[in-house]
């Protein structure tokens, strides 16, 4: 079993930035795909950020590509999102992820989340 938990949400305004945490514990981290999503107020939860573990490849939905960037610390278990720039339109639950099936954006394919932590950017 994998244990997920954010942490770094808050309320920002727009043009500002947050680092979000996600600190994972439990089967081999470094066997896992690491991913953050969010969702919106009456919006399908969305793909973010992704690093896999087998070749560090990152990848990024198009409206984060340039302003957001994922990383991770193999040594403190932790997977960080810096996110820049932030404008209204981030304002949503983010979520930390693992896997360690194939690499995909779809969330519902993802096996191990944490709890979510709210990101509110004020215009």
């Known amino acids: 079993q994998v244990q997920v938990v954010e942490s770094g949400g808050g309320l920002v305004q727009a043009g500002g930035s947050l680092r979000l945490s996600c600190a994972v514990s439990?089967?081999?981290?470094?066997?896992?795909?690491m991913g953050w999503f969010r969702q919106a107020p009456g919006k399908e939860r969305e793909f973010v950020a992704a690093r896999r573990w087998n070749d560090a490849n990152t990848y990024y939905a198009d409206s984060v590509k340039g302003r957001f960037t994922i990383s991770r610390d193999n040594a403190k278990n932790t997977v960080y999102l810096q996110m820049n720039s932030l404008g209204p339109e981030d304002t949503a639950v983010y979520y930390c992820?693992?896997?360690?099936?194939?690499?995909?954006?779809?969330?519902?394919?993802?096996?191990?989340w944490g709890q979510g932590t709210q990101v509110t950017v004020s215009s």
């Open positions: 439990g089967r081999t981290y470094n066997n896992y795909h």
């Open positions: 992820a693992a896997d360690s099936a194939r690499f995909t954006y779809d969330w519902e394919k993802w096996d191990f």
